[in-house]
């Protein structure tokens, strides 16, 4: 009974805040929910970047629902990146159920299902608004990272976006920039090269190639015109709750470069965009990245250092990035350390390997006089996590083994005419789904090569039956080879040379 007291002191002195805070759950000890441990998310710190992480099938996904429409009451736009296309069912009202009857009976609260504000958004063909960004906005520097350019290439493609700049051409798409490789490697080169210094051919196919390959992931629906304004993803609904903003990228699992390429553009361009804030209330904008082990798959090491970068500054802009994945070693340590809210469901331990990350990741949490917390990771149950965050002075607050609440929306996808109820509805797909191909540098440098090749004077044929006449210089050169090949001299060379030829053949076969 005292040690059930002092853990309750332990909880309400950690989880208690004076400012606006949100409720995910209630604290357990022993395998007993305890009254009064409420577990609580400060506002002011949701800018302070988040992991959420657990075996499949522990409810990491169900979590990042409950801390969404958490912040969407509380007025705070939020974006989730779909993955597994099971986050849309934000949009409907949830339908209570044996099992969660019984998890509120055990938190002692109401369950009230509710439906929230949502925006569906799309890199593809997915329906919903198109989110988009011409090449020149990514700039030389950011486009070089998606590359992995070395220095020479990072420089070529710098004096070509600058070239085009000076010439106003613009790079809208991936086929304007391959335009301006090729021009670059054959027609243009001579010309470039008298004001912008040598152009190396083989570090513009390098590069052509590796725009290739990011075509061959399907990037030529991301770069090109309408550019998305990610002001537009700063929006309250009429009623005060901030929007929910649901990017659908279920066909971005086996294209993870363009995912990575992505998130870095949209990072960059929060960052580049919002004014500083310092400490806020609560956050501008919180983004959700579900299975965020692809945007670290196969990114490049300076693309990772420029994440790592980027989520390090953007805090000071109100903005919270939330990292949601199966094993928290999925997450760059450098990133890892940037991550004050920190919630882990249950993790397997099957194989030696397993038990090593188990180990790691409970260093990774406060020590407990509570909790074994090794132990623990593996015992958790389905809806429960360990919970750390930082409160409202910065300090990490007591590890809790947290009892979370269930969503109030739907826990399921939206049907087909769902979807399509909330399209008609949108007011971001009138503006960025028409689609709009103006004229750029592919075009303008494809008419400059047909001027060039019209002013050039056609070579004159013969006419019918008469063979071009041969110039002096010619016929006496002509005559000479002749006479020296016809002379009894050149017949001689002839017959040697033939000789020799077959002596050497000879002795390679034996």
């Not at 052509?208 to 002001?231: C, M, N, T, W, Y």
């Not at 990228?249 to 553009?265: E, G, I, N, Y």
């Not at 909330?422 to 090569?449: F, G, V, W």
């Not at 019209?454 to 002096?472: C, H, Y």
Request: hydrophobic fraction near 40%; aromatic fraction near 6%; charged fraction near 25%.
């Amino acid at each position: 009974m005292a040690n059930q007291e002092a853990f309750l002191a332990a909880i309400q002195n950690g989880y208690t805040f004076k400012g606006a805070h949100i409720k995910i759950g209630v604290a357990i000890l022993d395998g007993v929910v305890i009254d009064g441990a409420d577990v609580h998310l400060p506002l002011g710190m949701m800018n302070r970047h988040g992991l959420i992480a657990g075996a499949t099938g522990t409810g990491k996904t169900k979590t990042l629902q409950v801390i969404a429409e958490a912040l969407s009451d509380a007025g705070v736009p939020v974006l989730l990146m779909d993955i597994k296309g099971d986050l849309s069912g934000i949009a409907a009202a949830g339908v209570e159920n044996d099992k969660i009857r019984e998890r509120y009976q055990l938190l002692k609260e109401t369950y009230q299902p509710a439906a929230y504000p949502v925006e569906l958004l799309s890199l593809s063909q997915e329906k919903g608004a198109r989110l988009r960004a011409t090449v020149s906005e990514f700039g030389p520097v950011l486009l070089a990272k998606v590359l992995d350019l070395n220095d020479t290439q990072s420089g070529l493609l710098s004096m070509l976006f600058k070239y085009c700049d000076d010439k106003g051409l613009p790079l809208l798409d991936l086929k304007d920039l391959s335009r301006v490789l090729q021009y670059a490697s054959d027609e243009g080169k001579a010309d470039m090269e008298k004001d912008y210094g040598k152009i190396s051919t083989t570090s513009a196919g390098t590069i052509l190639r590796k725009v290739i390959e990011l075509q061959q992931q399907g990037a030529d629906q991301f770069f090109g015109e309408l550019s998305f304004e990610v002001r537009d993803l700063i929006r309250t609904a009429p009623d005060g709750r901030g929007m929910v903003h649901v990017l659908r990228v279920t066909d971005m699992q086996d294209r993870p470069k363009l995912f990575s390429t992505f998130m870095l553009q949209m990072l960059a361009e929060l960052y580049a965009t919002l004014p500083e804030e310092g400490d806020m209330d609560k956050p501008k904008l919180v983004l959700f990245i579900d299975e965020a082990h692809l945007i670290f798959k196969e990114a490049t090491k300076v693309l990772l250092s420029q994440i790592e970068t980027i989520v390090k500054l953007i805090r000071s802009k109100g903005v919270g990035v939330f990292f949601c994945t199966q094993n928290p070693q999925d997450i760059p340590a450098a990133v890892l350390s940037q991550l004050g809210f920190k919630l882990q469901h249950a993790l397997r331990a099957f194989t030696a390997n397993d038990r090593k990350d188990i180990k790691q990741t409970a260093e990774n949490y406060p020590e407990s006089t509570f909790y074994k917390t090794e132990d623990l990771i593996t015992q958790l149950g389905i809806g429960e996590a360990l919970v750390t965050l930082l409160n409202e002075k910065g300090v990490p607050t007591p590890l809790a083994h947290t009892f979370l609440v269930s969503p109030r929306s739907r826990m399921d996808v939206l049907s087909t005419a769902e979807i399509d109820n909330l399209t008609r509805e949108s007011k971001l797909i009138p503006k960025y789904n028409e689609s709009t191909d103006r004229e750029s540098a592919y075009e303008m440098l494809n008419r400059k090569m047909e001027a060039s090749a019209a002013q050039e004077p056609a070579p004159v044929a013969p006419p019918a039956g008469t063979t071009a006449r041969r110039t002096p210089a010619a016929k006496e050169e002509k005559s000479w080879l002749e006479r020296a090949i016809n002379s009894s001299a050149g017949k001689q060379v002839q017959r040697s040379v033939v000789r020799t030829l077959f002596g050497v053949i000879q002795k390679m076969f034996k």
